[in-house]
């Protein structure tokens, strides 16, 4: 599961494509969620890395 940081929010999806300008958002039925342009796209997180340890790596 991944999770992209929008500078409005968040959107939590199960897998994602590249396109030319951004990324095509899934959930885990394969629906489509959104299109995220990379302009406005600040991170795209994997929730895996996140459940495994707590700690920060700062």
């Known amino acids: 599961m991944f999770r992209a940081i929008l ?4 959107v939590i999806c199960e897998r994602y494509d590249e396109a030319e300008n951004g990324l095509e958002l899934y959930d885990e039925n394969d629906d489509f969620i959104a299109f995220v342009p990379y302009s406005n796209l600040h991170a795209l997180l994997n929730e895996e890395v996140y459940s495994e340890d707590e700690r920060s790596i700062m």
Do not use: S
Not at 7 to 10: A, K, L, T, Y
């Open 7 to 10: 500078p409005e929010g968040q």
